[in-house]
């Protein structure tokens, strides 16, 4: 488990009022699947992640998952959007759950 910082962006706080944890993580199985999808990206964006979660261009809820957030943020330094699938801790999950980086990957300006 590797800390990627904490939710200080208050738009987290105002949509999901039952938050239980500021603190987002990613987890050596996570880094491992988005690395299999895509060499090279965790360690070219990885220090980009807290950056994308706090200060991001948009945020687009999952309709199936309450607890599932597309957050995307375009990285100027490399002149790429990045979207990262971010899963939150709610009251009625396991208080011992942290938020945590379910995958991460470039888009494109047509999606």
Known sequence: MHSIGKLKNKVYKDNFKDLVTDEVIITDKQIEHIEERRKGFYENYVKYFNDIINYPDIIFKDNKNKNTLLVCKEIIQNNTKVCIVLRLVLS???P?????IITAHRIDDKK
Do not use: L
């Open 92 to 94: 009625d999950d396991n």
């Open 96 to 100: 011992n759950f942290k938020n945590s």
